[in-house]
């Protein structure tokens, strides 16, 4: 089976810029975990840093991930165990408002060993171990310094079947580790 990172794409011109701060003030990457879905808002409201003609893409993926509707219908029909949170995207010089969710996904300990890293810790080359999948169509990878999402080929052919916009789609390696049997 083949899998893709799904994220936004960068370098649009008037994309919007969630702002999303800590209590220091700084901007900073943020991702909630499944176990931690109590904890969350049933609908939150963010606000962005939006101009006139402002771009929403379908995936925005910093600070957090967050997806458009149209995103959401194919990912809880490809996987009935995420969970989907509301939050309404408001301009702080406009009156837009957008709605979007934050999917909740499982989290897998499925990276290979030959997967490579920069010196500051993040992924050069991402390999997925087929083994540790399991058969999971959505899902973030355990253990990296970045929160890549996941998704297999059925999933990624039907966003693609949707005419998204602002969103890319990066294949990833996916390593069969196959046990030699000694004679």
Request: include cysteine; charged fraction near 30%; glycine fraction near 2%.
């Amino acid at each position: 089976m083949e899998y893709f990172i799904l994220s936004q794409k960068q370098n649009i011109p008037n994309t919007i810029k969630l702002n999303l701060k800590t209590d220091s003030g700084y901007e900073r990457r943020q991702m909630v975990e499944k176990q931690y879905a109590d904890d969350v808002n049933d609908v939150s409201i963010v606000y962005t840093k939006d101009k006139k003609m402002s771009f929403y893409a379908d995936v925005i993926d910093t600070p957090t991930f967050l997806i458009s509707e149209k995103v959401k219908e194919v990912f809880v029909n490809y996987d009935d165990s995420i969970i989907v949170k509301c939050v309404i995207l408001s301009g702080e010089n406009s009156d837009t408002k957008k709605v979007y969710w934050m999917p909740l996904m499982d989290c897998i300990d499925c990276m290979s060993p030959e997967t490579e890293f920069y010196k500051d810790g993040s992924f050069k080359k991402l390999v997925l171990d087929k083994a540790k999948i399991e058969g999971k169509k959505i899902f973030r990878v355990a253990n990296l310094k970045e929160y890549p999402v996941i998704i297999n080929l059925d999933t990624a052919e039907s966003l693609l079947r949707r005419f998204l916009s602002g969103i890319e789609m990066t294949k990833v390696e996916v390593n069969e580790i196959v046990k030699r049997e000694e004679v």
